[in-house]
C-alpha cells in the first residue's frame, strides 16, 4: 500500500514537471517572437508617420520605401508568430497563457 502512494507520488511529480517545463519553453517562444512583432510593430507606426510627413515633398518616395520594406518585415514575423502559435506544442500553453494570434487588429 505505501509503494503504491509512493509510486502515485512520484508519477504525479514528474508529470507536474513535465507540465511546468512544457510551459516554460513554450512561454519563452511565443514571448520572444511577440516581442519582436511588438518592436517592429512600432518601427512600422514610426515610419507610417515619416511617410504621412514626407508626402509630397522631396523625401516621399524614399520615406514610402522604408514604410513598405518595413511591413514587409512586420508580415514575415507576424506570420512566424502566428505559425509557432498554431504547432501542436504550443496551441494549450499558449491559451492558457493568453496568447492570441496577430492580425488585422494591431493596426498595421
Given at each position: 500500500m505505501i509503494v503504491a502512494t509512493l509510486g502515485w507520488l512520484v508519477a504525479g511529480i514528474f508529470v507536474m514537471?513535465?507540465?511546468?517545463?512544457?510551459?516554460?519553453?513554450?512561454?519563452r517562444e511565443l514571448s520572444v517572437k511577440r516581442k519582436s512583432l511588438d518592436a517592429i510593430?512600432?518601427?512600422?507606426q514610426?515610419?507610417?508617420r515619416l511617410y504621412m510627413q514626407e508626402?509630397?515633398?522631396?523625401?516621399?518616395?524614399?520615406?514610402q520605401k522604408v514604410l513598405e520594406?518595413?511591413?514587409?518585415?512586420?508580415?514575415?514575423?507576424?506570420?512566424?508568430?502566428n505559425v509557432l502559435l498554431g504547432k501542436l506544442m504550443n496551441r494549450i500553453p499558449?491559451?492558457?497563457m493568453g496568447f492570441h494570434p496577430a492580425g488585422k487588429e494591431r493596426g498595421v
Amino acid at each position: 500500500m505505501i509503494v503504491a502512494t509512493l509510486g502515485w507520488l512520484v508519477a504525479g511529480i514528474f508529470v507536474m514537471a513535465f507540465v511546468a517545463l512544457w510551459f516554460t519553453v513554450s512561454y519563452r517562444e511565443l514571448s520572444v517572437k511577440r516581442k519582436s512583432l511588438d518592436a517592429i510593430n512600432e518601427q512600422v507606426q514610426i515610419h507610417r508617420r515619416l511617410y504621412m510627413q514626407e508626402r509630397g515633398g522631396e523625401n516621399d518616395e524614399a520615406a514610402q520605401k522604408v514604410l513598405e520594406n518595413k511591413l514587409m518585415v512586420y508580415r514575415e514575423v507576424e506570420k512566424d508568430y502566428n505559425v509557432l502559435l498554431g504547432k501542436l506544442m504550443n496551441r494549450i500553453p499558449s491559451h492558457f497563457m493568453g496568447f492570441h494570434p496577430a492580425g488585422k487588429e494591431r493596426g498595421v
